[in-house]
């Protein structure tokens, strides 16, 4: 079965720390997406990558930062995590660049910011 | 801007009854559309999509979507609910070279 895996369930993280969020994909898919999500925001999308060592920011990239060193792995980084970071983060990645198939998911990272 | 529209911010309805979750887009070009399923606690895991064959979908759990390119809309449809049901929807469509756009959501609610 394919996957899209996040490596942490729940983190509770200060003020100010930084933070690494990891996700891997097994499906060899070139492209891969962070989104955060919030009541009644839906879901942003912070930064995608299409390749290795390439990145492109999303709609709120603003206290983000991403590095992806290998094709199955992306991470997602809060430099100085704040309050307003406190969130439910998503990875996903997709075999195609024009996302006709859609995406294959990971169950989700909830980060609380104390 | 491209845009995705989910009309019902929450839907409520009884057990057995249909379901209508509507979706409108915005779109210059035949866009690929989607429906994802959020469980409390879950992941998203995908219903259904559209991608230029037929315009009515059909997807997991007895789910259906319309493609109706006339009205740029994308409603989902079920014709009974199961309280099995309850849970976040969303609507989202690809935007050439980037990424999927997504709805706010709209959260279904079943009563027994």
């Known amino acids: 079965d394919v996957k899209v895996t996040q490596s942490s369930r729940y983190l509770v993280k200060r003020t100010g720390e930084k933070v690494f969020l990891e996700c891997v994909q097994d499906m060899d898919h070139e492209n891969m997406f962070w989104y955060r999500q919030d009541p009644g925001l839906g879901l942003r999308l912070i930064y995608f990558s299409y390749d290795v060592k390439m990145k492109e920011k999303g709609d709120i990239p603003e206290g983000y930062s991403v590095s992806r060193e290998k094709k199955e792995r992306f991470s997602l980084i809060l430099e100085s995590a704040s309050t307003n970071q406190t969130s439910m983060y998503l990875c996903a990645s997709s075999s195609d660049r024009a996302v006709r198939y859609g995406y294959t998911f990971g169950s989700g990272t909830r980060l609380t910011v104390v | 801007a491209q845009s995705v529209t989910q009309l019902d911010s929450h839907v409520s309805v009884s057990e057995g009854t249909p379901v209508l979750l509507r979706c409108n887009y915005s779109?210059?070009?035949?866009?690929?559309l989607f429906w994802y399923v959020q469980h409390p606690n879950k992941g998203l895991q995908l219903l259904l999509k559209y991608t230029s064959a037929a315009t009515l979908v059909k997807g997991i759990n007895g789910f259906e979507a319309e493609f109706k390119k006339s009205e740029t809309s994308f409603h989902l449809t079920k014709p009974s609910a199961h309280m099995s049901d309850a849970a976040e929807y969303f609507c989202?469509?690809?935007?050439?070279?980037?990424?999927?756009?997504f709805g706010k959501g709209t959260t279904l609610s079943v009563s027994s």
């Open positions: 989202d469509k690809n935007q050439a070279g980037t990424a999927l756009i």
């Open positions: 779109s210059s070009y035949s866009p690929s």
